[in-house]
């Protein structure tokens, strides 16, 4: 039988052992943090009315798997800049278009994006990537054409141009 002396002592010897593997196990490095979006679909307008001003929406899955799903939105254009504009080609003045985002899915509205800006302390409930699980959808993109820009376009010309996304974890 050992001595109660040592017996203690080798409870405390296992109580340390015990708190130095806990710190090690919470020293490890915390996962990179990711995000994925899915769901883009070109946006297309055609047989508009330079009277009225014309929005497209579409919804999207954005998925973070910081805490609380935090994820920043950058939107560059194909324009000088990154500006917002679509390209009808040679000396024709581009026409500009405004974008906006909302971290709510069916949203026809949402917060103004400004080119080659992050937005910020948006959060998604996607439960995995691509939406595969819960919601179908978490987010919407919003695109709109002014009928001011419109009456100032050229007449039967095909603008075109690129939105770039950018999807980072906050």
């Known amino acids: 039988m050992r001595p109660p002396a040592a017996e203690a002592c ?3 010897a296992a109580r340390a052992a015990l708190a ?3 710190a090690l196990a919470c020293a490890r490095p915390a996962a990179a943090a990711t995000v994925d979006i899915s769901g883009l679909q070109d946006v297309t307008f055609s047989s508009l009315d330079p ?10 899955c954005v998925f973070s798997n910081t805490l609380l799903g935090l994820y920043s939105v950058t939107a560059r254009g194909s324009g000088s ?15 500009p278009y405004q974008v906006q985002w ?21 959060a998604s409930n996607a ?13 919407s993109l919003i695109v709109t054409l002014r009928a001011s820009d419109l009456q100032a376009a050229g007449s039967g010309l095909t603008y075109s ?4 996304l950018t999807i980072a974890p906050d």
């Open 10 to 12: 080798g409870r405390r």
């Open 20 to 22: 130095v593997l806990a």
């Open 51 to 60: 009277t009225v001003s014309v929005t497209r929406s579409q919804n999207l």
């Open 102 to 122: 909302s971290a709510v899915s069916g949203a026809s509205s949402g917060t103004a994006l400004s080119p080659a800006t992050a937005l910020t302390g948006q």
């Open 127 to 139: 439960i995995l990537p691509t939406c595969a699980l819960g919601p179908s959808s978490s987010a």
């Open 81 to 95: 800049a990154s500006a917002f504009t679509l390209s009808a080609g040679g000396s024709v003045a581009p026409l």
């Open 161 to 164: 141009g690129t939105l770039n």
